[in-house]
């Protein structure tokens, strides 16, 4: 078994975009699964919610998308170097995202594994680690 470090950058490849996840923490899994509640016993899931902060925690860059200018796309991070709520909304209108959030989802409940997807891609064999900086945010090596 293959165990990944939270500052391992994994490629999800849909078409020409190339999206760069991180495995969990086991504290972002926690939260994550949180939000999965009992409710007279069934299981109640705010699918979109648990979808749109998966990807919040995971999602840390994006290849392969330009601007209506013609630059390249790049993700909107807060101060804990998460994806913020509205770049989340703009990768969420790309055809392809369900892959992203398929991806993701196992990532949260689940091992890292390979998953077959019709249009998409996860290139084990890319992954790149990435040093933390002093403020505690992780770079690109």
Not at 101 to 126: M, P, R
């Amino acid at each position: 078994m293959i165990i990944y470090k939270v500052t391992d950058r994994i490629p999800i490849i849909v078409g020409p975009v190339t999206f760069w996840v991180a495995p969990l923490s086991w504290s972002d899994k926690m939260e994550i699964l949180s939000h999965y509640k009992l409710k007279a016993g069934e299981e109640r899931l705010n699918h979109l919610e648990i979808a749109m902060r998966t990807i919040q925690l995971s999602l840390k860059k994006v290849d392969g998308l330009k601007y209506a200018d013609g630059t390249d796309y790049e993700l909107s991070l807060d101060e804990n170097g998460n994806v913020t709520q509205e770049s989340v909304s703009e990768i969420m209108q790309l055809s392809g995202s369900h892959h992203l959030v398929t991806v993701c989802g196992q990532f949260a409940v689940g091992e890292i594994k390979a998953l077959e997807l019709d249009g998409a891609k996860i290139d084990f064999s890319q992954v790149k680690t990435v040093k933390k900086k002093s403020s505690g945010l992780a770079v690109a090596q």
